[in-house]
């Protein structure tokens, strides 16, 4: 399977990388580790994008400049090749669905449970930490070089996915890889500074808002923050913005679930869920949406106030 791809990569003459709709550390950072070895080996130059906007502490990463947001692509390309990165079902990349079904082939990287091998060409490891972890692996089974570049984006999709190699999913085989791409010039503090302390004021002005006036149910063993759009216009943040406040309701000792629910508009909510113990993507798959045991999301078509109460009672049915 390996070598079919390093065929693919081969044959191709257009090729797009596309990571999956509101990019955190480890879609982007596969995407960028793709783009850095694929030019490494072959010289070729792929184009990246992504459907919605990066968040600003990713500027950091090697070549993030050169990726394009979805509204500003050309949806009418045809290209040889499409290769899809931390992406765990197709709706998760939007309108740029059509660009991958218009591909003369498809590779599918990632380590989501939920995944549905989507792609000609598959590489979906639910035991992985991260999709960076899987993309490593292929990269050293084919012997391609990896260089700086490549190893501060792999270092990056790791670190980020396994919330710096505190959370379960942290396991031997990201340590070990996380060491070689040190041994290889990764210099650790520099990306931890760059993905965990490097926050706006407003930022983090916002997230101490949203957890102050999170919500407690089971005798606090369920707790939520419901985040309406005035409160994101309020302080001037992101959408992204939000990223990191349920594992950090999660982190309360009474805690066994916790989530954000973010309004989008009047229908409309995204959820971000964690747990300690119970498999949070069957709730989510209930939404249409997944993820992995312990984080997981989706998207509810209903009004924020009959959203919370839906999740709530799903979350309680699937506890008892």
Same mark, same amino acid.
């Given at each position: ?12 003459k257009?090729?797009?990388? /596309? ?13 960028? =580790?793709? %783009?850095? $070895? +694929? &030019? !490494? ?36 390309r045809?290209?040889?090749?499409v ?54 692996? /292929? ?13 501060? =984006?792999? %270092?990056? $999709? +790791? &670190? !980020? ?60 063993k ?28 999660r ?50 078509k209903?009004p ?17």
């Open positions: 399977m390996e070598k079919i791809f390093e065929n693919l990569v081969k044959d191709a257009h090729i797009l990388i /596309i990571s999956h709709v509101n990019p955190d550390g480890d879609t982007l950072g596969s995407m960028c =580790a793709m %783009y850095s $070895a +694929i &030019l !490494t080996q072959y010289k070729k130059k792929s184009e990246m994008l992504v459907p919605s906007a990066i968040p600003g502490i990713y500027n950091f990463l090697p070549n993030i400049e050169k990726v394009k947001i979805l509204s500003e692509f050309d949806k009418s045809e290209y040889d090749l290769i899809t990165v931390d992406v765990a079902a197709l709706d998760r990349i939007l309108e740029a669905q059509i660009l991958f079904d218009k591909a003369k082939h498809t590779v599918n990287f990632d380590h989501h449970q939920t995944n549905i091998n989507f792609g000609e060409v598959n590489f979906v490891e639910p035991h992985a930490c991260s999709c960076g972890e899987v993309v490593f692996k /292929i990269f050293e089974k084919l012997g391609w070089q990896i260089n700086k570049d490549t190893a501060d =984006a792999l %270092y990056t $999709a +790791i &670190l !980020t996915d396994t919330g710096g190699f505190r959370f379960e999913n942290t396991n031997p085989a990201s340590l070990e890889i996380a060491s070689k791409l040190v041994a290889i010039g990764v210099v650790p503090k520099e990306i931890y500074n760059n993905c965990y302390e490097s926050k706006t004021k407003s930022v983090v002005m916002f997230q101490n808002y949203a957890v102050a006036n999170a919500h407690f149910s089971e005798d606090e369920i707790a939520y923050s419901v985040i309406l759009r005035k409160d994101i216009e309020k302080f001037g943040v992101k959408d992204s913005a939000t990223d990191g406040i349920a594992e950090t309701l982190s309360i000792i009474s805690t066994q679930i916790s989530f954000v629910i973010k309004e989008i508009d009047s229908k409309t909510c995204k959820v971000s869920m964690r747990s300690k113990k119970e498999d949070v993507s069957k709730i989510c798959e209930v939404f249409g949406g997944g993820g992995h045991k312990y984080a997981a999301g989706c998207t509810i209903l924020i106030k009959e959203a919370v109460k839906k999740l709530l009672q799903e979350i309680n049915h699937e506890k008892n």
